[in-house]
C-alpha cells in the first residue's frame, strides 16, 4: 500500500508528512460497512472502522471555492463578479472534479468497500469527485494553504479553465444557470409562466425563474421556451451580483 501511496504523491507532486491523512482521503465511506475485527489483550473482540474522506470531502469544497475565486480575483481583476461567478461554476462542480480525478488516475488508489469496488466504485463520477476534494483537503491539512493552492492550481486545474472563454450563457442560458446553481450549491432553478396575453396568433408570454430564495428574474417571449430562456439569460446576470460565491 505505502508503494502505491508514493506513486501517487509523485502523480499529484506533492509529499505527505502524515500519511495517514492522505490513506483517510482515499478511503470512501463504503468501507464504514466492513469493521475490522480483532482480539484485544484480554482476548475480548475489538471492532475498528477505518475513518472516510466524507469530512475531508467537506473541507476540501471549501479550499477549493476559495483557491479558485482567489486565482480569478487575481487573474482578471477587471471582470464583473458575475463573470468570474460563471468562470467559477465551469471548475468547481463534479463533472471537472470527475475528469480531473481520471488525468490523476485517482481510481486506482481508491480504498473501497468490496461491494463497493465490485459495483464499479472506481470509475464512478460522484465518488471520484468527492475523493478528489477530499486529496486537496488533505494536502491542505498537511502542508497549508500554499501547498494546497500548488496543487489546485498545477494537477487540478488545466492551463485556460479559469479564462473566459466562451459565455455558456450566451448560447444555452437555462443550461448555464442550471450548472451556475449546482456549482454554487443553490437549488435547482423553478420556472413559472406568469403571465398570457394577446390573441391566439400573436401570444405574449412572460417567464419568472427563481434560484432559492434570492434570484429571481423574468423574461417574455412568444413562446413559454423563448420566455424561459430570456429569463434564465436575466437571472445568469443577477446571479453574480446578489450571490457571493462559495469559499
Known amino acids: ?80 463578479e458575475g463573470q468570474l461567478t460563471v468562470i467559477k461554476s465551469r471548475v468547481v462542480n463534479s463533472a471537472f472534479l470527475y475528469r480531473a480525478a481520471r488525468a490523476l488516475n485517482l481510481g486506482g488508489y481508491l480504498i473501497l468497500g468490496r461491494g463497493e469496488d465490485r459495483a464499479g466504485g472506481r470509475e464512478k463520477k460522484t465518488v471520484l469527485a468527492d ?33 473566459p472563454g466562451e459565455d455558456p450563457s450566451a448560447s444555452n442560458p437555462k443550461s448555464a444557470l442550471q450548472q451556475a446553481a449546482m456549482a454554487l450549491k443553490l437549488p435547482l432553478p423553478r420556472y413559472q409562466v406568469l403571465q398570457e396575453t394577446g390573441p391566439d396568433h400573436e401570444k405574449l408570454f412572460t417567464v419568472e425563474v427563481r434560484v432559492g430564495k434570492t434570484v429571481a428574474a423574468t423574461g417574455e417571449g412568444s413562446s413559454k421556451k423563448t420566455a424561459s430562456v430570456r429569463a434564465a439569460a436575466a437571472a445568469m446576470n443577477k446571479l453574480g451580483r446578489e450571490i457571493q460565491p462559495a469559499q
Open 1 to 80: 500500500m505505502d508503494d502505491q501511496l508514493s506513486a501517487l504523491e509523485a502523480s499529484i507532486g506533492y509529499r505527505f508528512r502524515d500519511l495517514d491523512l492522505l490513506r483517510r482521503a482515499l478511503t470512501h465511506s463504503s468501507v464504514a460497512s466492513e469493521p475490522t475485527r480483532s482480539l484485544g489483550p484480554d482476548g475480548q473482540e475489538l471492532i475498528s472502522v477505518r475513518p472516510d474522506n466524507e469530512k475531508l470531502e467537506f473541507l476540501g469544497d471549501s479550499v477549493l471555492g476559495f483557491l479558485v475565486s482567489e486565482e480569478l480575483f487575481r487573474r482578471h481583476p477587471d471582470q464583473p
Open 131 to 163: 475523493a478528489v476534494e477530499a486529496l486537496i483537503a488533505a494536502v491542505f491539512l498537511d502542508g497549508g494553504i500554499d501547498a494546497a493552492r500548488s496543487f489546485v492550481l498545477h494537477r487540478i486545474l488545466s492551463a485556460d479553465a479559469l479564462e
